[in-house]
């Protein structure tokens, strides 16, 4: 690149001519002390410079993990609820349910759901099982 | 071998001060101090300016140790921080468009024939370092910096083109119109 820029030899000797003026000495340690102070102060390490990003990746982990925990129950017992409301138009014509009879019964209907309850306490179920129950 | 050694390159050395070695800063600084230092001071005209500019460029550098990324050429990055604080000089001088954008055209420059008269009229009894001074000062800046760079940085025309953020046949014509001028002004001399 630099033969194609324009040049004159003449030229450029009678430049080379110049007394080859230099900075003082004073600027000279000024930088050279500016330069040294920064080599001190060494750039942050690594594990430094992710000094907050590691702790609100796992806060936000955690808050993930808790929310997902409880909405998992809810979402069941969302689906249970689901069954009686599509059997509604049967009961339509027919006499409300009599009141519990005993208090057996009272603390049955505040129970948690059946399945709900399967969800995190029953083993799990083998593959052949799963796979009927989403067919 | 020492990454201080003489013959390491500026991106090692500029590397190993990143990671906290002073001497090798010392050594990149000891490489560029008279070139830049004449380069500043010679554009910008007088001794107390250029080394005001001198040491805020290095001080950018110091400052900003970190910016650095491996991919640019330190030397490039050196000069585009001497650039830009020339730019900052004359608009901070009250200049109404900084003269390192100037076109190429003679507008703006000094007539020929005022550099010829000057030239009869004493120039001649002036040593030839004061001759050669007189007749960069009488170059349009755009001109004059084109000029130094070349012979006090020994860059390329494509890295002169990145400093200046010119194209690089902008640079060609400024290196071309420079010579022609100092040539006419150094008559005596050459």
Known sequence: ?135 | MSVTAEATSDEDLMRAWQCGDASAFEVLYRRYRGSLYRFLVRQAGGEATGEELYHDVWMTLVRGRDQWAPSAALKTYLYRIAHSRLVDHYRHAGRRSHPLDVSMDADGAPEMADICARAEAGWERASTADAVHRCLATLPPAQREAFLLKEESELGLAEIAAVTGAEAETIKSRVRYAITRLRRCLEGWL
């Open chain 1, 1 to 135: 690149m630099s033969e194609q820029m324009p040049h004159d030899e003449d030229l450029r000797k009678l430049y080379r001519e110049l007394p080859a003026d230099e900075p003082r000495a004073q600027i000279d340690d000024a930088i050279l002390a500016a330069a040294r102070r920064t080599s001190t102060a060494k750039r942050p390490s690594l594990l430094r410079r992710l000094r907050w990003t590691i702790p609100m990746a796992a806060a936000a982990g955690v808050v993930l993990t808790l929310t997902l925990t409880r909405l998992a129950p809810e979402r069941a017992t969302s689906d249970f609820d689901m069954a009686p409301s599509r059997a509604e138009p049967e009961l339509a014509g027919k006499p409300p349910a009599p009141a519990p009879a005993s208090a057996r019964q009272a603390r049955d209907a505040v129970a948690p759901p059946e399945p709900a309850r399967e969800l995190f306490s029953a083993p799990a179920a083998p593959e052949e099982d799963s796979d009927a129950a989403i067919v």
